[in-house]
T-cell receptor, first 113, second 114 residues
Framework: AQSVTQLGSHVSVSEGALVLLRCNYS??????LFWYVQYPNQGLQLLLK??????LVKGINGFEAEFKKSETSFHLTKPSAHMSDAAEYFC???????????FGAGTRLAVHP | DVKVTQSSRYLVKRTGEKVFLECVQD?????MFWYRQDPGLGLRLIYF???????EKGDIPEGYSVSREKKERFSLILESASTNQTSMYLC?????????????FGEGSRLTVL
């Protein structure tokens, strides 16, 4: 069965520092992987997705993620954190038909001055 | 602008009450989903629907039911609310095409059961 694991429930970085949020998946078939962001008191919105094309995927707001099959990882990065990046981030994978997604537990990113 | 609208942002109910959470989407999406969000657990799928009057159980369906009488509307029903159903509930919708994977989410309904 498909599963998604996010390492680190809380990550804190300084403004301008590198952001690295970790995600590992388990799957017996090529996965479709996603990162979603949730700002306070809002629903989730799609940051980026991997669908078996390029392994380096660029998303909105300067985020990108690299699919590494050998490591079963799909880590999210941003070279320079901004205060507005403070949010909760969820890694997800398609599980079964109808675009059902399973989600990781989430990582809350704090950005301090 | 695409939109998924959840009727209530905040609800407070008493144990044993029947609770309806309504969700409407304006994108003509075939699929609609109800997730529950709890700290440290991420989002867990309660039920989903892939067509009008069609529904399937997700990972945590116990204590919940759903209704989809029209394509744009998907309702989550708690027949007899319990305190362990206090949570954030998120509705989402998507097209059927596999692999797009983009779910469009509503802003959530935070339910407190006393």
């Amino acid at each position: 069965a498909q599963s998604v694991t996010q390492l680190g429930s809380h990550v804190s970085v300084s403004e301008g520092a590198l952001v690295l949020l970790r995600c590992n998946y388990s799957s017996s078939v090529p996965p479709y992987l996603f990162w979603y962001v949730q700002y306070p008191n809002q629903g989730l919105q799609l940051l980026l997705k991997y669908t078996s094309a390029a392994t380096l995927v660029k998303g909105i707001n300067g985020f990108e993620a690299e699919f590494k099959k050998s490591e079963t990882s799909f880590h999210l990065t941003k070279p320079s954190a901004h205060m507005s990046d403070a949010a909760e981030y969820f890694c997800a994978a398609i599980s079964g038909g109808y675009n059902k997604l399973i989600f990781g537990a989430g990582t809350r990113l704090a950005v301090h001055p | 602008d695409v939109k998924v609208t959840q009727s209530s942002r905040y609800l407070v109910k008493r144990t044993g009450e029947k609770v309806f959470l309504e969700c409407v989407q304006d994108m003509d999406h075939e699929n609609m989903f109800w997730y529950r969000q709890d700290p440290g657990l991420g989002l867990r799928l309660i039920y989903f629907s892939y067509d009008v009057k069609m529904k399937e159980k997700g990972d945590i369906p116990e204590g919940y039911s759903v209704s989809r009488e029209k394509k744009e509307r998907f309702s989550l029903i708690l027949e007899s609310a319990s305190t362990n159903q206090t949570s954030m509930y998120l509705c989402a919708s998507s097209h059927t095409d596999r692999g797009t994977g983009e779910l469009f989410f509503g802003e959530g309904s935070r339910l407190t059961v006393l």
